[in-house]
């Protein structure tokens, strides 16, 4: 099991937009595996014009380690992954992204309020994972229009996420 780096710092970004922290959170449960949520209530767009602005499954995989990167370098933000498995994170990452991009992938996860169940994770927590991912979108080159439809879908997971 790969752990989350820590080292590199990146300068904080503020974002406006609200992410579910799904895309970052795993069970603090040592011994669990950790993972995404499947059961997600949307399926993405009817099209895959987001899926190659983000370049195929080759720039979802680089914008998924650049995302685990800023994971790691905000203090906020690596407590939620201590116990985490960073690979399986990363697949589950790739097919959720993959998939609400119009991709055409299938995620195998599962449901985002069973995943974040417990973690007591706060609006704050939320927010800091929607700085990270838009960070992480900056540094590929993702561009903005993207960028937001990405947002947007995300954060429709938000109640469950937060428990709400």
Do not use: W
Not at 119 to 135: K, P, Q, T, V
């Amino acid at each position: 099991m790969r752990s989350i780096p820590t080292g590199k710092r990146h300068s904080a970004l503020s974002a406006a937009l609200l992410l579910a922290l799904s895309s970052g959170c795993t069970s603090f449960v040592p011994g669990d595996e950790p993972t995404l949520g499947a059961g997600l209530a949307h399926a993405g767009p009817a099209d895959d014009s987001v899926f190659l602005a983000l370049g195929g499954k080759p720039g979802i995989a680089r914008l998924t380690e650049a995302f685990i990167r800023e994971i790691a370098s905000d203090d906020r933000l690596r407590p939620f992954f201590r116990h985490s498995n960073i690979d399986r994170f990363q697949r589950m990452l790739e097919q959720e992204l993959c998939m609400e991009s119009g991709g055409g992938c299938e995620y195998t996860g599962e449901d985002m309020r069973r995943v974040h169940a417990g973690m007591r994770i706060g609006r704050a927590d939320f927010n800091a994972m929607a700085e990270a991912l838009m960070r992480a979108m900056d540094q590929e080159g993702v561009p903005v229009v993207a960028q937001n439809r990405i947002m947007a879908l995300r954060a429709a997971q938000r109640d469950a996420v937060l428990g709400e």
